[in-house]
Every structure is written in C-alpha cells, then in structure tokens.
C-alpha cells in the first residue's frame, strides 16, 4: 500500500464503521388533525367554543344592572371604552347554577358584526386540542334547549365536550331581544 492510500484507506474504514453503528432514523409518525377552541363549564357540562368565536376571556367586570330587561341579562360594563352586555348563559337556557363559587365564573366576550356581548359561565379551561377523529355528531346527555347550539363534539379521555356555537346563539332571536316586556 502506497503512503497516499493510507489515508484514504483509513477514512473509508472509519465511514464504513460509522454507518454500520449508526442506528436508523425514527420512524415516522401520522401527523394528526387537530381542531380547537375555548373550554367552558356550563351546568357541570364541558364546552368548547370554536376558536375564532370569542375574542376575549375576563373575570367577572364589575357592572351595572339595566332596568327594563330580561332577567338572563345581568348588567352592563365598562371593558376599555366599550359597553359591553353581560349575559348569565345558565340563566339564559334556564339551566342550573354549578356549585362553583363566584370567583370561578368567567365571561366568554363574543363579537360578530355589530353584535358585542359577554357570555357569564361558571368556568373556564383555556384552550382546549381535539383530534379531528375523535369528532362526535350528536354528543348524548345535551339538555334539549341547548341542543340547538351545539354543533357535535370531541371525546378525550373519556370526556365528552361538546361544540358550542356562539354565532348560533347571537343569531337566536331571544338572545338579541333582551328589552322586557
């Protein structure tokens, strides 16, 4: 062997070596389709609310209350300039108040057109991931005058949220109406 093959014949050694010790790449996973949205608790009920449908998250503002309109509308407050309308949601669907304290509650502010109201819930998770094959189109045990604003549902870990849709509810007409009669 000549001096100049030495080398080259030490680097082909050393690259031959190396591939054969170098373990493979790691194999390659489906990417998953996720899907989200707000969580909420309403009646001891999980919800999601699509993503782009609420546009802020606050603690109960402090308000005023409004005389001359339904009994679901709570008051109305001051949030940076803009007068925003607070809706008690369980009150709204006539449903039960959860044992969870006042501070819990949360408002969902939702704003479509020149529609700007806040949704008062018990409570809220943050952001929530579903896999799109977990998606469920009629999620049981949804009260009947809910039902209407719920647009299917994601199971996650033996949970079921269901999707509930805020466009929906400010097209209802009750929900626009508030003025008592």
């Given at each position: 062997m000549s001096a100049q093959a030495a080398p080259f014949?030490?680097?082909t050694d050393i690259a031959r070596r190396s591939k054969s010790l170098a373990s493979g790449?790691?194999?390659q996973q489906e990417a998953i389709e996720l899907w989200n949205g707000i969580g909420f608790t309403l009646d001891g009920q999980r919800y999601v609310a699509p993503m782009g449908e609420v546009v802020e998250i606050l603690h109960v503002p402090r308000y005023t209350h409004v005389p001359g309109v339904r009994s679901f509308m709570v008051g109305a407050a001051n949030v940076r300039?803009?007068?925003l309308p607070l809706i008690d949601l369980a009150h709204f669907f006539d449903l039960s108040r959860s044992s969870r304290s006042q501070r819990?509650?949360?408002v969902l502010v939702i704003e479509r057109g020149d529609l700007f109201s806040g949704l008062v819930v018990d409570s809220v998770s943050g952001m929530q991931y579903f896999a799109m094959e977990n998606?469920?189109?009629e999620p049981a045990e949804t009260p009947d005058i809910v039902q209407p604003f719920v647009q299917g549902g994601y199971r996650r870990n033996e949970e079921i949220w269901?999707?509930?849709s805020t466009f929906a509810l400010m097209e209802d007409d009750r929900?626009?109406?508030v003025?008592?009669?």
């Open positions: 014949a030490v680097l790449l790691p194999a300039g803009r007068l819990e509650r949360r998606f469920i189109e269901k999707v509930f929900f626009s109406d003025a008592q009669w």
